[in-house]
């Protein structure tokens, strides 16, 4: 599990909510692999996961963009990063419906990037939109 309270906060409370909620959908597909979920509803809860990641890099990225943050191709890198290999993930669990290899990818290695991210590329993003008072 993420344990939601390690999440970094960041300057923009809109921001905080937006990474909460990531953890949490998370969080169901993890407890849908713990309790030995069929396919088709952990498949559910990871098109879940997924779409929220999508949402959530789409509504920085339009934020970056609207207030000219100097970082954005960088940080828009990372973004495009994960999506791809949590597109990957998506692609192996279907093929070999691997439980094992899903819950270890979403719970350390998402888990990681995403403490990771709010620290290296959220915090700043935050800092920048906050002293803009644009949010
Ligand atoms: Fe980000």
Redesign the pocket.
């Known amino acids: 599990m993420i344990e939601q309270e390690k999440i970094p906060a960041v300057a923009v409370e809109q921001m905080n909510r937006v990474h909460e909620e990531e953890a949490r959908r998370i969080n169901v597909l993890l407890e849908s692999l713990d309790t030995g979920a069929d396919f088709a509803t952990v498949s559910e809860h990871l098109e879940t996961v997924l779409a929220h990641m999508r949402e959530h890099?789409g509504t920085?990225e339009t934020l970056m963009k609207q207030n000219d943050f100097p970082m954005y191709r960088l940080?828009k890198g990372?973004?495009d990063k994960i999506l791809q290999e949590a597109r990957r993930t998506e692609m192996e669990w279907r093929n070999r419906r691997d439980t094992e290899a899903l819950r270890e990818y979403f719970e350390e290695q998402v888990g990681d990037w995403l403490h990771r991210?709010i620290l290296a590329?959220?915090t700043p993003?935050a800092d920048y939109l906050a002293g803009r008072g644009e949010v």
């Open positions: 890099f920085e940080h990372e973004h991210h590329m959220d993003l």
